[in-house]
């Protein structure tokens, strides 16, 4: 929203939403997986590179609605918030859709206790602060296919505490 690439009513709201705030239904983005970094893109993007129907487009928009509220539900159960997450959907050999990857991990899903990050997030805010990221990030500006060629420092090891 902010970069202005997409527009409120695109995700049927009114107003900014502040950070942290609950938007009232889940916000359905789609990327790519196998390229050198993922790419977001809208859905018509997403279904002219696929060659998907609107009918396999609407059954991954279904299938994702079902599982962002199990998974909703389950997190809620437990007392932790679910932020967001990621779910791959591939085609078997008859062309159904499927779903090709593990869900509701801490691998693929960002959640919070009170407000603290409790998944893979955690290492992420840890790292945002580092030389290296900046130096993977300023490597993906220069150059998105081949960054890693580009950075010289390694990650640095988490603290112990």
């Known amino acids: 929203l902010e970069k202005g690439e ?3 009513k695109q995700l049927g709201l009114k107003k900014m939403p502040a950070p942290g705030d609950n938007l009232e239904k889940p916000f ?3 990327s790519t997986k196998l390229e050198e970094s993922d790419r977001y893109m809208n859905w018509k993007e997403a279904k002219r590179i696929t060659n998907f129907s609107e009918a396999q487009l609407s059954e991954i928009r279904d299938m994702t609605t079902i599982v962002n509220k199990l998974i ?3 997190a809620n159960r437990v007392s932790l918030k679910y932020e ?6 591939g085609l078997d050999v008859n062309k159904e859709l499927l779903i090709v990857d593990v869900l509701g991990t801490l691998d693929e899903c960002r959640f919070t206790f009170k407000g603290m990050p409790i998944s893979k997030e955690i290492a992420r805010l840890y790292y945002r602060k580092t030389q290296w990221f900046k130096e993977l990030v300023e490597a993906k500006k220069r150059d998105r296919l081949n960054w890693k ?3 010289n420092l390694s990650p640095p090891p988490l603290p112990a505490r």
Request: proline share 0%.
């Open 72 to 74: 909703t539900e389950e």
């Open 6 to 8: 997409l527009e409120l």
């Open 28 to 30: 359905l983005d789609v």
């Open 84 to 89: 967001d997450g990621k779910i791959e959907f």
């Open 149 to 151: 060629e580009k950075v």
